[in-house]
Nanobody, 114 residues
Framework: QVSFVQSGGGLVQPGGSLTLSCRASTIPNGDHAMGWYRQAPGKQREMVASITTRGQTDYGDFVKGRFIISKPNSLEVDLLMNNLHPNDTAVYYC?????????WGQGTQVTVSS
């Protein structure tokens, strides 16, 4: 079983920046991806960004070059979010995806508001 410690959410003004961090308790054998999803009130959960063990990255269409995902080490994944919009307000979840299982963090609130 994998657990996560998430940090870095909070309140930010439109146009501002935040960095989300996630540290996993362990990593599985073999290839996997770590990343971030988000869920706004009344909406489905959507993929924000992911990065594989080989360094391949993927972003949601709405990111449009504003966010950067990175892995400081094998257990951690960071998400730098720039030029935040009110539409980015959501609960952000850390995720680890193996071939057969998905693991989720507890979520952290990001609120973009003036």
């Amino acid at each position: 079983q994998v657990s996560f410690v998430q940090s870095g959410g909070g309140l930010v003004q439109p146009g501002g920046s935040l960095t989300l961090s996630c540290r996993a308790s362990t990593i599985p054998n073999g290839d996997h991806a770590m990343g971030w999803y988000r869920q706004a009130p009344g909406k489905q959960r959507e993929m924000v960004a992911s990065i594989t063990t080989r360094g391949q990255t993927d972003y949601g269409d709405f990111v449009k070059g504003r966010f950067i995902i990175s892995k400081p080490n094998s257990l951690e994944v960071d998400l730098l979010m720039n030029n935040l919009h009110p539409n980015d307000t959501a609960v952000y979840y850390c995720n680890m995806q193996t071939f057969s299982q998905a693991y989720w963090g507890q979520g952290t609130q990001v609120t973009v508001s003036s």
